[in-house]
């Protein structure tokens, strides 16, 4: 799309004359919530539906809207988030990067007056302008105070395979990340060594891609998750889902300096994330001699509490942020 088309579409969506959907005065959405699923994974599915279940308990009643490419059951379904009335008094965005995205940008525009809320979100110092458009930011990375990530809220035991069995290995990969700015992923060379690392040890692997749509629903992704014996990856939801559910997880954040995962990883206790200048064959070989040696089972359910500790507290607060009058 052209940028003359890309500013006359945003000039409609906030200048629209008449709209004609309501909704809660508190309404949370998602990058799901956006045109054709707006490349939600399903962490970001757990993230909101964690925190609305929190908000349910506590009694506070609100939204949460979906675009109904995705079909989530239990979410109320816009086709057209534009079309929204402008009474919602607070807009609650949930999980993922805050990014410049036009329609994000869009959307803080047309609902101006009403107060608007970040939770479980990353805040990346190149778009720190869009963070900025919000009143209050619970960030689980990018700021000097951080909160925690929203999608974990139970684990699985972690068991031992059984002697013999050849190991099978999740690749959770998350591509080309262009939010970080030109030339700050080397997804090439990242996902390269952990490919060569499980053919190096005979490992089968399955792909494991945890963005949502027809026929990759979140149900088919957990169990991928469960069926492995250990994951790969360079995605931060493929490192927790995997420690959730109870698999040693070798993580390479891919992001020149670190972005998310390794921070995030390391806050967890977790000590097999690698920054992508510190990841070679050597060293991740010698990690996977030391799993299959023996099997960190003690690691495993350390991190596992620590994940699920701070998420509790991050998803408390965010209901106490949202819950707050202004």
Not at 39 to 58: C, P
Not at 111 to 134: C, E, L, P, T, Y
């Amino acid at each position: 799309m052209s940028l003359v088309s890309r500013k006359w579409r945003s000039f409609k969506r906030r200048h629209r004359l008449l709209r004609r959907t309501t909704v809660s005065p508190t309404t949370l959405v998602w990058w799901g919530s956006f045109e054709n699923g707006g490349g939600a994974t399903i962490g970001d599915l757990h993230a909101v539906e964690n925190l609305s279940a929190e908000l349910f308990r506590a009694g506070h009643d609100h939204d949460v809207l979906s675009h109904p490419t995705l079909g989530i059951a239990g979410h109320r379904q816009i086709s057209d988030l534009f079309d929204m009335r402008r009474e919602i008094e607070t807009l609650a965005f949930v999980c993922g990067p805050i990014v410049q995205a036009d329609q994000l940008a869009d959307l803080l525009d047309v609902h101006r007056n009403a107060r608007k809320i970040a939770v479980g979100v990353s805040v990346i110092s190149r778009h720190q302008d869009m963070a900025a458009r919000f009143d209050a930011v619970l960030a689980r990375d990018g700021l000097p105070r951080q909160s925690f990530d929203l999608a974990i809220s139970r684990s699985r035991p972690c068991a031992v395979p059984p002697p013999g069995k050849r190991l099978k290995a999740g690749l959770c990969f998350r591509g080309e990340q262009r939010d970080y700015g030109k030339g700050m992923t080397e997804w090439v060379r990242a996902e390269g060594l952990l490919s060569q690392l499980a053919e190096a040890f005979g490992l089968e692997t399955e792909p494991i891609d945890t963005v949502l749509r027809s026929g990759n629903e979140a149900a088919k992704i957990e169990r991928q998750f469960e069926t492995v014996d250990l994951i790969l990856t360079t995605r931060l939801h493929g490192s927790l889902y995997g420690l959730s559910k109870g698999k040693p997880v070798i993580a390479i954040d891919q992001i020149r300096g670190t972005g998310k995962v390794k921070p995030i990883l390391d806050r967890v206790g977790w000590p097999l994330a690698y920054s992508i200048e510190e990841a070679n064959e050597s060293s991740l070989a010698g990690q996977m001699r030391r799993i299959i040696a023996e099997w960190p089972v003690e690691a495993v359910a350390n991190s596992q509490a620590t994940i699920l500790d701070l998420s509790s507290k991050a998803r408390a607060d965010a209901v106490a942020l949202i819950a707050q009058s202004w």
